[in-house]
């Protein structure tokens, strides 16, 4: 694997063996979800002609929700996307306090293609305020004209107030000019307390007022109304929208409190709501989380009846066909095939970061798989993450112990002597 840098094939190893994904590299072993990842390319072909997008990505744990998000996310920013994401935690949810937590994790994590690890604001702000600028260069005014910051604001303000259907559009716009007048000026402070404001750091509105000007800050309360204006904003600095990954969604079905579980997911309504009316627009939010925390009657968002007859799903996606259209987003277990090519690929990964020669054919991966689904329910229940941890297992032993492949699973009480692969689904299968 010649075009693979060591620190992508590090960074793969390292995260599947701790059973984490990995933000980088996954092109080298993403197999399998044809169809969902269609259906995500269309959705982002919807947000970039000015539409919206909600989609929950549904999987049992270890199916590979995070990895999907991740591969999305990753081609998103490829293409132009602005994107941001965060996981839910008891600090981290959707309403209140917590909310605005989340709020905030989502600022951090704000990815361009030339920030893709995040912390993508200023550079945003900034190339914004560049492409005003030049505009007004290109139609005759000098870099040095004395009229050029007055003019700059104003189309700020100009820009910002076409988002006028949009809350809280006003206070945007005069944040965004403090931020440029400090930029224009070097004012670091006032630039700060600019990024601040857009952060959703500020407790307190008295505060905001005093360093801005401006009486509105971000809450646990309002913050999707601000993410709304960001997507605007992304695509008039260039981007061609906003997309936002949000995993661990499950947490909200651990929630304790009743009141406090169906505030988030009266919350969880109102974003779907928005999206699926066309109130936002170049916006796509994407959750991740298991079929129960879906469909649990008790505690899951079929325990709110306003989500549930939303999210049901239509009575003819039955006994293997599956809409792909709709909001939630199944991911289908990965075929025995895909998970083949997938163990091939790590084969090679990790061959060729440690510098040898895989002495692994065909008929080793066979006999792993076979072990590895000959387990009672393995073909409903097994994951691709427990079987890439395995395997990378596997790997690191025979490799640093000098064991070959026999030696080690002999010891681990598999019965590999005279194994036949004739009969197994690998028998005919060209490698």
Request: overall charge negative.
């Amino acid at each position: 694997m010649p075009d693979l840098p060591r620190r992508i094939s590090s960074a793969i190893l390292s995260s599947l063996s701790a059973g984490v994904v990995p933000r980088v590299g996954l092109e080298y072993i993403a197999v399998g979800r044809k169809r969902e990842v269609e259906a995500s390319l269309q959705d982002l072909d919807n947000i970039a002609g000015g539409a919206a997008a909600f989609r929950i990505v549904a999987g049992r744990y270890g199916s590979g929700k995070s990895f999907f998000l991740q591969a999305i996310r990753n081609y998103a920013l490829e293409q132009g996307f602005i994107t941001a994401d965060a996981d839910l935690s008891p600090e981290k949810r959707l309403s209140g306090p917590a909310g605005l937590e989340t709020y905030r994790e989502l600022l951090q994590r704000l990815a361009s293609r030339a920030r893709p690890e995040g912390g993508a604001l200023e550079g945003l702000l900034q190339k914004w305020i560049n492409s005003i600028k030049l505009s007004f260069i290109q139609d005759g005014y000098g870099a040095n004209d004395p009229d050029l910051p007055k003019l700059v604001e104003k189309r700020i303000y100009e820009t910002v107030n076409e988002m006028e259907d949009l809350a809280h559009g006003f206070d945007f716009a005069r944040v965004l000019s403090a931020y440029y007048l400090a930029y224009t000026n070097s004012v670091d402070e006032k630039k700060e307390a600019a990024l601040r404001w857009l952060r959703g750091e500020y407790a307190t509105k008295t505060e905001a007022k005093t360093l801005l000007g401006t009486g509105e800050i971000i809450t646990g309360e309002n913050w999707y109304d601000y993410i709304k204006l960001l997507a605007a904003f992304s695509f008039r600095s260039g981007g061609k929208g906003l997309l936002l990954f949000i995993d661990e969604c499950t947490q909200l079905a651990k929630i304790g409190n009743r009141q406090s579980r169906e505030n988030n997911y009266e919350k969880l309504l109102a974003l779907f709501n928005d999206v699926m009316q066309g109130k936002a627009e170049r916006l796509g939010i994407y959750l991740a989380g298991t079929p129960q925390f879906i469909e649990d009657d008790r505690r899951g968002l079929f325990s709110y009846q306003a989500l549930k007859s939303r999210l049901a799903e239509s009575r003819f996606a039955r006994e293997g066909y599956t809409d792909y259209s709709g909001p939630v987003l199944r991911l289908s277990q990965l075929s025995q095939e895909e998970i083949y090519v997938l163990l091939e690929r790590l084969r090679d990964i990790h061959a060729f970061h440690h510098a040898y020669e895989s002495e692994l054919g065909n008929r080793e991966l066979s006999i792993f798989l076979e072990q590895a689904f000959s387990k009672a329910g393995a073909e409903e229940f097994i994951t691709p993450r427990e079987i890439a941890r395995d395997f990378l297992g596997l790997l690191n032993i025979t490799h640093n112990e000098n064991l070959n492949f026999d030696d080690l699973v002999y010891r681990d009480g598999y019965r590999v002597e005279g194994y036949k692969p004739g009969g197994s689904f690998y028998a005919d299968f060209e490698v």
